[in-house]
């Protein structure tokens, strides 16, 4: 048996490709989430972390806030590198769609969703001074991401 290289997980259009498709039938069902992994590119409430990055430079902006918007425009650059492609509607997409990422990262870094105590969690594990540390990267409460169905 020969096993196919060509996943989502090695090939940044492929991974595109599979968040689109994904994406697409999640929302149009009607009061229904979907989570998916494996692709090695996280997904939360629908966007890549440089859709998000996008979206808070764009309201950095709007509030004048130029500390932020500087860490936020450094952050990017270092995801354009990984990330490839933006979806056009990126700022109108429903948030149904959740992707954990991967189980495991070439580092040994772990990204996973986590649903817990009312709230839905993109979360990442990753070696700090020889210990686990478990990092929040982005998080809504299921009250809040209910509304916005």
């Given at each position: 048996?020969?096993?196919n290289p060509n996943t989502p997980a090695y090939d940044v259009e492929r991974k595109?490709?599979?968040n689109s498709i994904m994406y697409e039938w999640?929302?149009?069902q009607q009061d229904r989430l979907?989570?998916?992994g494996h692709t090695h590119q996280p997904v939360f409430e629908s966007l890549t972390q440089l859709e998000r990055l996008y979206k808070k430079i764009q309201a950095a902006k709007r509030d004048n806030n130029s500390d932020e918007l500087k860490e936020l425009e450094k952050e990017s650059r270092k995801q354009e590198k990984r990330i490839t492609a933006v979806s056009v509607d990126y700022l109108t997409m429903i948030p149904s769609y959740f992707?954990?990422?991967c189980c495991c990262f070439s580092d040994g870094d772990i990204t996973g969703i986590e649903i817990a105590d009312g709230s839905i969690r993109l979360i990442k594990w990753e070696m700090q001074d020889q210990k686990s540390q478990r990092i929040v990267?982005?998080?809504i409460?299921?009250?809040e991401l209910?509304?916005?169905l």
């Open positions: 048996m020969r096993i595109t490709l599979h999640s929302a149009k979907l989570i998916t992707n954990s990422g990267l982005e998080e409460s299921l009250a209910v509304k916005q």
